[in-house]
């Protein structure tokens, strides 16, 4: 098993200096924004900025990389994410940002595309879950570290800039070295919502919801830890902590919606996730570990929403559409990201930061009303019917490319 796993490290070496890059570049933005005196729209701007390029680079960047190769086009790719993390350390206006972020966006897409597709192409049958296993590892990871990173600079200097530069450039060495040869030409994807709602409802509705909670939350939490009083270590624990913690979770409770309707479950924790929100806005805690304990046990229940929402919609989708099934929902959670920052920064412009919760605990709440109402109009898929759960990286840099890494696909 080792011999067959062993060709891929190289890339996911490259992977974790792309995700660690990502991490870094993503907090530092906000941090170093809010230090300037932007405004709470113009940092959800840059969130929602960032994702949009994202899911745009999802549906086109296959174009071009199909008409320069993979190896030119993820050179490129890396190169102008450098060229973009120094220009945001030297040019400090808002709207230059927000523009940047969109290519920022973009860009990400395309190398991730490269390497899943990569990843996929250098991993057999046999090997493919350990590959997918490893891979959320490294994400979860590289990611934790990239933000984690922040403690070690100062948000007000340039040097956390140039790291993000350098961290860019390092994730093209490992493929740019390689004598691997290219993957297959990577398939444009497609998101057809009719049909998308027409399998599942629920994941439907669920997914686009759980990305404007996240989406706010990654793209505001900052602004919220900033506006609290704590240090930029502090801030930099707790966007850590969420991520992890929601990671922690999905296994137990995955294993749970193993063994009863998926939407009991999608429900039950979606409430939780709306009394934790609710209890941030009017308790406001105080002090950094308390701080950095309560956004934990709100990133436990709403980053462990996704993979439990991509399961049930897979419980009733035909074996052939597993791929078109999970890849349009990745892109709805894309969507959903795009308009979590825009809606969070209004709010908080109006209401102030912790206000940020209002609008996680909302979309929460739909998602609980909208699963439990569901319940009534079809029945729940039979236990042995049902696709085994599988734990999936709620990380915005996962792209469609991904889901052909996952062992449930049975042809490549």
């Known amino acids: 098993m080792f011999r067959s796993i062993l060709p891929v490290f190289a890339l996911l070496r490259g992977t974790a200096f792309l995700l660690a890059a990502n991490g870094l570049h993503g907090l530092l933005l906000p941090l170093r924004g809010q230090a300037e005196g932007f405004a709470t729209t113009a940092l959800g701007l840059l969130g929602a900025a960032w994702a949009t390029g994202f899911v745009l680079g999802c549906i086109y960047a296959p174009l071009l990389i199909m008409r320069v190769g993979h190896v030119r086009a993820l050179g490129a790719f890396c190169s102008l994410l450098a060229v973009i993390a120094l220009l945001t350390g030297m040019v400090i206006d808002a709207w230059v940002w927000i523009a940047l972020r969109a290519f920022t966006g973009f860009f990400i897409a395309g190398a991730f595309m490269i390497i899943e597709s990569w990843l996929n192409e250098q991993s057999s049958n046999e090997s493919r879950g350990t590959v997918f296993g490893l891979y959320m590892l490294v994400s979860l990871g590289s990611l934790t570290a990239g933000q984690l990173a922040v403690v070690w600079g100062d948000v007000a200097g340039a040097n956390l800039f140039m790291l993000a530069g350098i961290f860019y ?3 093209l060495l490992p493929t740019a070295v390689s004598t691997a040869a290219s993957p297959k030409p990577l398939n444009q994807v497609r998101l057809n919502l009719r049909k998308l709602f027409a399998v599942s409802p629920v994941a439907f509705v669920a997914c686009f919801l759980i990305g404007v909670a996240n989406g706010a939350w990654g793209a505001l939490g900052p602004v919220y ?3 609290t009083g704590v240090s930029t270590s502090a801030v930099a624990i707790m966007m850590s902590v969420t991520v992890v913690a929601g990671a922690v979770l999905q296994m137990p409770l995955g294993r749970l919606s193993d063994r009863m309707d998926r939407r009991y479950v999608l429900a039950g924790v979606s409430v939780l996730g709306m009394v934790v929100g609710i209890a941030l806005l009017f308790w406001r805690p105080a002090g950094e570990t308390a701080i950095i304990a309560t956004a934990g046990v709100y990133g436990a229940f709403a980053f462990s929403l996704y993979s439990i929402a991509v399961a049930h919609a897979n419980d009733h989708a035909t074996p052939g559409a597993f791929i078109e099934v999970s890849g349009g929902l ?5 969507l959903g ?11 908080m412009e109006f209401s102030g930061p912790v206000a940020l919760f209002a609008v996680t605990a909302f979309a929460h709440a739909l998602i609980a009303a909208y699963a439990i109402y569901r319940t009534y109009r079809r029945n729940p898929v039979p236990v042995e019917e049902r696709e085994e759960f599988r734990v999936i990286a709620t990380n915005r840099a996962l792209t469609p490319e991904a889901i052909r890494l996952d062992p449930r696909v049975e042809d490549k």
Request: aromatic share 4%.
């Open 169 to 171: 450039c390092l994730a």
């Open 337 to 347: 990201t795009v308009a979590g920052p825009m809606a969070g920064s209004a709010v």
């Open 330 to 334: 990745l892109l709805l959670y894309g």
């Open 225 to 227: 830890g900033v506006a």
